[in-house]
């Protein structure tokens, strides 16, 4: 298994600002997954961020506005930048633990955008 | 693109009392995984339970268990003896086999348990 400790766990934040989200893992992964899951939403994936490369985006998400930091195998960073209301939302960070092929999430990060 | 379809927004059973929720999927792949998670009000993603394409049997786990029909593409969880506790978002969830290993998850099923 994996404990994955997710910080902070909510802000209210200025709409034109930037909140950049921590993702600890107590184990070593590969591959490290950031989610978004909007106001009574399922969740949608926003990049895949591999240590020692750039993060992977899916469409419809750009590095600009959601730039990713993966510095180590234990560790990443999600910024949210130039927020607008629009991005008030729960975003995860999740992370595979192989070979059960199993993921694993942290407490999600509740943001409020004013 | 893979697809999962929950077609149960909501759904609500009697605390002891079996439900069934419903999920199917759509995927050209032969292997895959796929799973059921509980969000409960804490928001915290909780594993209930997991099944790989390529084994017949349905996966149990206590009083969740799936019935997996990989030919219908069809993935219910069934939650027997429901417990109060059990009142939680519920999402069905597809990966693959290969090397992108991210989740593509169903709309979500809210399920509340009565007492």
């Known amino acids: 298994s994996a404990v994955i400790s997710q910080k902070p766990s909510r802000d209210i934040c200025q709409r034109g600002t930037s909140l950049t989200i921590q993702c600890q893992v107590d184990s070593q992964v590969t591959m490290m997954f950031w989610y978004r899951q909007q106001p009574g939403q399922s969740l949608t994936l926003i990049a895949t961020?591999?240590?020692?490369?750039?993060?992977?985006?899916e469409s419809g998400f750009v590095i600009d506005k959601f730039p990713i930091s993966r510095p180590n195998l234990t560790f990443s960073t999600l910024t949210v930048s130039n927020m607008s209301p629009e991005d008030s939302s729960i975003y995860l960070c999740?992370?595979?633990?192989?070979?059960?092929?199993?993921?694993?999430f942290g407490q999600g990060t509740r943001l409020t955008v004013v | 693109a893979q697809t999962v379809t929950q077609s149960q927004p909501e759904m609500s059973v009697q605390e002891a009392e079996t439900v069934t929720l419903s999920c199917t999927y759509d995927t050209s792949e032969n292997n895959y995984y796929l799973f059921w998670y509980k969000q409960p009000p804490s928001r915290q993603m909780i594993l209930v339970i997991r099944?790989?394409?390529?084994?017949?049997q349905n996966a149990t786990e206590n009083r969740f268990s799936v019935n997996f029909q990989k030919a219908a593409k069809s993935f219910s969880l069934k939650i027997s003896d429901s417990q109060l506790g059990d009142t939680a978002m519920y999402f069905c969830?597809?990966?693959?086999?290969?090397?992108?290993?991210?989740?593509?998850f169903g709309s979500g099923t809210q399920l509340t348990v009565l007492p």
């Open positions: 099944q790989e394409a390529y084994k017949q």
């Open positions: 999740s992370v595979e633990v192989v070979p059960r092929t199993e993921a694993f």
């Open positions: 969830a597809f990966t693959s086999s290969g090397s992108a290993r991210q989740l593509t």
């Open positions: 961020a591999n240590q020692g490369s750039e993060a992977t985006y």
